[in-house]
């Protein structure tokens, strides 16, 4: 009957073109990190290097997704993905016609790979203004599951780079992205009750909210951790465990998978039993798991089973703070999702760098995982404390139940 009720109450074309359009922009965002090996094997890079390399897009991705929110509350997201997908286009074409051929260059073309990442802060707010609150946390966990998009790039970018080269690999990567912009022009829709634009400063307002500040630190913490792994764990496995770059990429793969496909698991759950038991559960798990990281697991093998975990348990999470932010901030989600998506991409920035630093300087990734396992520590404790809070205040400023 629920699902029934779901498919009844939005609108599915638009949902599918938000995913899709999610989906191939996450697989270029992330492009970096599978082509990774190729790249640091054919310009000599450093792991810190190797590290900043595919570290860059994110945290482009993430200032770009406040431009990202701002444009969907004035020309709708509709607009917003098409002039999105339009420059990410020209940018890949114009670095396979070109050429990249040093490692600035490289770090250049990841800021513009840095507007794939900005889809977050429009396929969101395309697909939640469409339905109803008691479904938010579905549709927003089946938009946000474009996510896998990440494991697209790492199956596929390393075996076309064996084949080809990687600065091939990047013009091919503009295929599947030009069809993708086809089906989205045909299905996506604006939704017609959209709120008016702000003016200026009424952005702020929402930063004026404790509310808002820890939002954007929870998805920090989880999808930061999700981006910042899949951007890093094909380097991670070579560079560890020697494993070929392709069969790396396949390991990335199915951690990706995971994660990706707990995101609508999360947000249905959360929908049911509330975004904040959800999260506790989420955080405990995800910071058991990078710990385990932190004692450098003997095999390939058992670090994988133990990052699967990590990444199911963020992937979840991922999905239940976005059943979360619209019951808070409805009227406001344009604003709400670039700026908590923009704290995702610096998560994310965050942990690929530090895991490239942290071998650099130590000889090992340990430091890096440690570090982000005590982020999802402090994440656990404060929404321990937040919760009752929450449960107090939110159903007054709504005038409407919520699901906490």
Request: hydrophobic fraction near 55%.
């Amino acid at each position: 009957m629920k699902s029934r009720g779901f498919l009844k109450s939005g609108h599915t074309p638009t949902l599918f073109a938000a995913f899709l359009y999610f989906d191939l922009s996450f697989m270029v965002w992330v492009l970096l990190g599978p082509l990774g090996v190729a790249i640091s094997a054919d310009l000599g890079l450093s792991a810190g290097q190797k590290g900043l390399m595919v570290a860059v897009p994110l945290l482009a991705g993430a200032a770009l997704r406040l431009v990202a929110g701002v444009l969907v509350d004035h020309i709708g997201p509709r607009m917003t993905g098409v002039i999105g997908q339009l420059v990410v286009l020209t940018g890949l074409s114009l670095a396979w016609r070109l050429g990249v051929h040093d490692y600035n260059q490289v770090l250049l073309l990841g800021v513009v790979l840095g507007v794939a990442g900005a889809s977050f802060a429009v396929a969101l707010p395309l697909a939640s203004r469409w339905y109803p609150p008691e479904h938010q946390g579905l549709a927003l966990g089946i938009a946000g599951a474009g996510n896998s998009g990440t494991a697209l790039a790492a199956l596929f970018a390393p075996a076309l780079a064996k084949v080809f080269d990687w600065n091939t690999v990047i013009g091919l990567a503009a295929l599947p992205l030009a069809a993708t912009f086809a089906v989205y022009l045909l299905l996506a829709r604006d939704a017609p009750d959209r709120p008016a634009p702000k003016r200026g400063l009424e952005y702020l307002s929402v930063l004026r909210t404790a509310d808002a500040w820890w939002l954007m630190f929870l998805y920090a913490v989880t999808f930061g951790g999700f981006s910042g792994l899949a951007s890093s764990l094909t380097i991670y496995f070579n560079s560890e465990f020697g494993l070929d770059p392709v069969i790396a990429g396949f390991f990335t793969a199915a951690c990706v998978f995971a994660g990706s496909f707990l995101r609508p698991v999360g947000g249905a759950v959360a929908d049911r039993v509330g975004g904040v038991r959800t999260l506790i559960a989420v955080y405990a798990l995800a910071a058991g798991a990078l710990g385990l990281m932190a004692l450098h697991p003997s095999t390939a093998a058992l670090a994988l089973g133990v990052l699967l975990l990590a990444m199911m348990a963020l992937g979840a999470g991922n999905g239940a703070i976005f059943q979360l932010a619209p019951q808070r901030f409805g009227k406001e989600i344009g604003v709400i999702t670039g700026l908590v998506g923009a704290m995702g991409g610096v998560g994310g920035f965050y942990l690929a760098s530090t895991l490239g630093f942290a071998k650099q300087a130590t000889g090992s990734y340990q430091v890096g995982f440690l570090g982000f396992a005590g982020l999802a520590v402090v994440a656990l404790v404060a929404l321990v404390f937040l919760k009752s809070q929450w449960r107090a205040r939110w159903p007054a400023l709504r005038a409407q139940p919520v699901r906490l």
